[in-house]
């Protein structure tokens, strides 16, 4: 690039400044839409790659193979003496086990205590992941089961400046225990699904605090597996079936292995994995931002393309005096090239000014905390400017440098590069306008479809419902749960308050069990079952189809003290209906099924979606007990009230800190349960609407900057029309026209590429909107009206032109 070319970029960009804005304008803001987005999409996707050799570490997944249970599929957890088991079969195994994580724990700290992210961990922990240390070693200290490691934020918090090495910490979890402070790890950063600021041995004795633990099918824990290379993850996991039939005789049977799996899952792909439903929807949501980041970049690449080999095709005159004058081709192919890179190369730091400067309002519309890494950042624009530069500045180059100075000066050769010219900037805004039109379909559906999850009926009345989390402490003895639970019911603007083992929002227990079918082969369907006191269905309002409820009055819908083997009265849901059989909910009433354990049907209650929109609400069965707060492992509470919420938790809480001041006092409403469920889609709802919202703003300002440049290429034809009669509105249709039917065309490729995407997406959902046609002609019908509006005002000028001053222009 020569000085030459500067000085011919400079009076290029100043003598048309409204094209040069339009330029460089949409092609920064698409820039900036692509960086952001990326931004994203790197961030979603270097999970855990901070951890030394990452890429030795395996999450074990538990892989439920029934097609009946309501846990199909993978799930991070697994029994909580698989890790030992696996020990005893594969001697020198590398491994190690985490039990809670985010508020996992209780620290006492005097008369006060705190809620803190506590994981229990095998001594083996740091073989698995090196945490960087910044005090002590964690190498062999966790093999004292009195040693505890915080993290440089929870030593800030509890000791200050002082020395944190050697200080006492006292922390609850499954019993009370003061350690000791052994090291110091540094704080876990944003892009870590750990949420993790105490470590603590993992107790020698669990199976006592829960029967479940050695229990094949359980899900207590996560197990994570440090293998030397990937040959050797492979040769584990082809053992795992045979593994399982052995080990897993007592509660599978044989060949357990066809009825679950463990599968080895590389710890940096765990992030887009999670339970249930959202792991197809996580990469989903990923995939469709990140192509929205690409396909913006690409209409804004199409649109200054466009507008650029337009415009130059004005420039054949000085081409061809160039030419005139002693230029060779070759040296007006660089200076087309060189003004072209250099263009971008203003364009590119434009966009990197605004992402900068656009940043925090994506992250607070996002709830993300993105930044810039311009290590990064900087040579990816150097290499796209380049590479945009050249596509941009190709065309004209090898265009007008091959124009024969003398058929140019004699205007033989249309300047706007004749029909082969406009047939190709037709076929970039058909490109560029499905792509917009796409964008706008997508938001319609993403719009619609969080909508839609929002207001679903739920099978329970969401609005006057508050849960108490804090009740399933194992520090909390069942007369404490008694005295909360009695002062609870006292308060005035409370009407019902019910213990259970499951609450909105899917905290508490989760179990399964396979229920025999009267008649039928084989153990039958599996069903999701819950453990429920008196008053829970009215506490949550819940719909009873057929049958009657639980009634404490009624010893023999009592559990608490006999053996399922001698028969349970129990409610199930709607769902389970068609998995036991049954046609109509009075069809069922009165039913046994479970031959081993006869469970007899009493009634049939609405379904009650604990879980959001994206997990299917599984077939289930309800048992019950008269007195959850004796009977229950995990109890929860929920408290149908009115009134101010606010006021409803700060009387709880008091109540709380008196009875109960061992334990931080946690109550939310369920609309704060669920909200849970509806962030990450709302977070891509967001986004994308940003993106397409931009997208389509630079597909406006190219058609209205080659609508422009089109009009007035065209103002002596338009002068030559009006001579011989035509109306004002004969030349608006005409240039308006000119413009409708790449437009119009754009649809062949925006609906089917909608479609896929919107499909896929959908997919995600177990509740979900129709993908109905309307989403895609008004999408259209919308694209089309901008375009027409985008147009219309040139147009409407060009109509108003005088004939004689028309035909004198050029």
């Known amino acids: 690039m020569n000085r030459f070319a500067l000085l011919s970029l400079y009076r290029s960009l100043t003598r048309h400044k409204l094209y040069a804005a339009l330029n460089i304008g949409g092609l920064a803001i698409g820039i900036a839409v692509f960086i952001v987005l990326g931004l994203y999409v790197r961030f979603e996707t270097s999970y855990e790659t901070w951890l030394p050799d990452y890429d030795k570490v395996y999450l074990v997944q538990s892989e439920w193979k029934d097609e009946t249970s309501p846990l199909q599929g993978a799930n991070p957890y697994t ?11 594969f001697p020198g195994i590398v491994g190690t086990r985490i039990l809670g994580g985010e508020e996992g724990g209780i620290v006492q700290r005097k008369n006060n205590a705190v809620t803190e992210d506590v994981a229990m961990v095998d001594p083996s922990f740091f073989e698995v992941f090196d945490l960087p240390m910044a ?9 004292d089961p009195n040693n505890v490691f915080i993290s440089e934020s929870a030593a800030r918090r509890y000791f200050g400046d002082k020395d944190p090495i050697g200080q006492t910490l006292t922390i609850s979890t499954y019993m009370t225990t003061a350690y000791r402070v052994a090291g110091v790890f540094e704080d876990l950063p944003a892009n870590s ?42 040769r584990f996991d082809a053992a795992m079936p045979e593994f399982i039939d052995r080990r897993g005789r007592a509660n599978f049977g044989e060949n357990g292995s066809d009825i679950m799996n463990l599968r080895l899952l590389p710890l940096a792909d765990a992030h887009l994995e999670p339970e249930g439903a959202a792991s197809a929807s996580a990469k989903t949501t990923l995939v469709t931002l990140g192509l929205v980041g690409v396909f913006t970049l690409l209409i804004a690449l199409i649109n200054y393309i466009n507008l650029a080999t337009a415009r130059a095709g004005l420039r054949a005159r000085e081409v061809a005096m160039r030419k005139v004058l002693g230029g060779d081709r070759a040296a007006i192919m660089r200076q087309f090239l060189a003004e072209a890179i250099l263009t971008v190369a203003v364009a590119s730091l434009l966009g990197l000014i605004l992402a900068e400067l656009g940043l925090p309002l994506v992250n607070a519309a996002g709830g993300l ?37 003398a058929a140019v000066l004699a205007s033989s050769r249309s300047p706007g590069g004749g029909r082969a010219g406009a047939r190709v900037r037709e076929g970039l805004v058909v490109l560029q306008f499905g792509l917009a039109t796409a964008f706008l379909i997508g938001a319609a559906v993403l719009l619609a479809q969080t909508r839609h999850v929002r207001a679903t009926d739920v099978g329970f009345q969401r609005e006057g419902l ?12 069942a007369l404490q749960k008694r005295a909360f639970m009695t002062e609870v019911r006292a308060l005035p603007q409370v009407s019902q308050a019910a213990l259970a083992n499951a609450v909105v929002g899917g905290s508490g227990d989760r179990n399964a069990t396979n229920v025999e079918l009267p008649g039928v082969e084989g153990s039958g369907p599996s069903l999701m079952w819950e453990q429920v006191g008196p008053h829970y269905f009215d506490a949550y309002g819940t719909r009873l189809l057929a049958g009657r409820l639980f009634d404490a009055k009624r010893q023999v819908d009592d559990s608490s003290d006999r053996s399922w083997a001698s028969g349970v009265n129990i409610l199930i849901n709607r769902e389970a209906l068609s998995t036991l059989g049954f046609a109509t909910p009075q069809e069922a009433v009165g039913k046994t099924v479970g031959l081993g354990n006869p469970k007899t049907i009493i009634g049939v209650v609405e379904n009650m979606d604990f879980s959001g929109p994206r997990d299917p609400i599984g077939p289930t069965f309800y048992v019950f007990v008269t007195d959850p707060a004796a009977s229950l492992e995990t109890t929860v509470a929920s408290i149908r009230f009115e009134g101010d919420p606010r006021a409803l938790h700060d009387t709880l809480a008091d109540i709380w800190r008196r009875l109960i001041p061992q334990v931080p006092f946690d109550g939310q409403t369920a609309d704060q349960r669920l909200t849970q469920f509806y962030e990450d889609d709302d977070r891509t709802m967001r986004l994308f609407a940003i993106g397409a919202g931009l997208a389509v703003l630079i597909g406006i300002v190219g058609l209205w900057g080659l609508a422009s440049f089109n009009t007035a290429r065209r103002t002596k034809e338009i002068g ?7 109306s004002a509105r004969d030349i608006v249709k005409l240039l308006v026209g000119q413009f409708m039917r790449p437009v119009v065309l754009a649809n062949l490729i925006a609906w089917p590429l909608a479609y896929y995407a919107m499909r896929t997406w959908l997919a995600g959902f177990d509740d979900r909107i129709a993908l109905s046609p309307l989403y895609f002609i008004g999408a259209s019908l919308l694209a089309i009206a901008i375009a027409v509006l985008t147009v219309l005002g040139q147009s409407l000028r060009a109509s108003r032109t005088a004939p004689a001053w028309a035909l004198r222009h050029d």
């Open 466 to 477: 508050m849960a108490v989390l804090s009740l399933r402490d194992s520090q909390i003895d």
């Open 79 to 89: 029994m909580g003496g698989l890790l030992d088991e696996l020990r005893e079969d």
């Open 720 to 726: 030559i029309r009006k001579s011989l009669g035509a």
């Open 193 to 234: 699904d750990f949420r993790i600021s105490i470590l603590i041995p993992l107790l020698d004795n669990m199976d006592e605090f829960n029967p479940y633990w050695r229990n094949w099918g359980s899900a207590s824990l996560q197990t994570f597996l440090r293998f030397p290379d990937a040959a050797a993850a492979q």
């Open 369 to 405: 905390s993105l930044a810039i890494p311009y290590g990064v950042v900087v040579p990816t624009l150097v290499v796209l400017t380049i590479v945009v530069g050249v596509l941009a500045g190709l065309y004209p180059a090898l265009v007008l440098s091959a124009f024969r100075p």
């Open 135 to 143: 005090q002590g070693s964690g190498s062999e200290s966790l093999a």
